[in-house]
Nanobody, 123 residues
């Protein structure tokens, strides 16, 4: 069974750093785009950063210059380096990936989500 598993969340002070990781487990054929999303209490889920298979990136304006997304295709991992965090970065962070895999006898690209990891920034 294919899964995305996040780790690295926790409590951090304003101005501090945190590194989130996402690992793809299970049998897959290939990975297309991957990204990090977040959802704060009472708000909708929003894009934080995305990275293509070729390594092109895009970021939400609110995190540009502070967060860096990266991936290792061989290890099937993706990271989010969060620097100079702010209280408004507090949210549950989700890993997302478009993975080509076999499901119910059909090979196609499916959209997968991790279970989420909590990031809390305190002042």
């Amino acid at each position: 069974q294919v899964q995305l598993v996040e780790s690295g969340g926790g409590l951090v002070q304003t101005g501090g750093s945190l590194r989130l990781s996402c690992v793809v487990s299970g049998s897959i054929l290939s990975i297309s785009g991957m990204g990090w999303y977040r959802q704060a209490p009472g708000k909708e889920r929003e894009l934080v950063a995305r990275i293509t298979g070729a390594g092109s990136t895009n970021y939400a304006d609110s995190v540009k210059g502070r967060f860096t997304i990266s991936r290792d295709n061989a290890k099937k991992t993706m990271d989010l380096q969060m620097n100079n965090v702010k209280p408004e970065d507090t949210a549950v962070y989700y890993c997302n990936g478009q993975l080509r895999s076999l499901r119910a006898g059909i090979v196609r690209t499916y959209d997968y989500w991790g279970q989420g990891t909590q990031v809390t920034v305190v002042s």
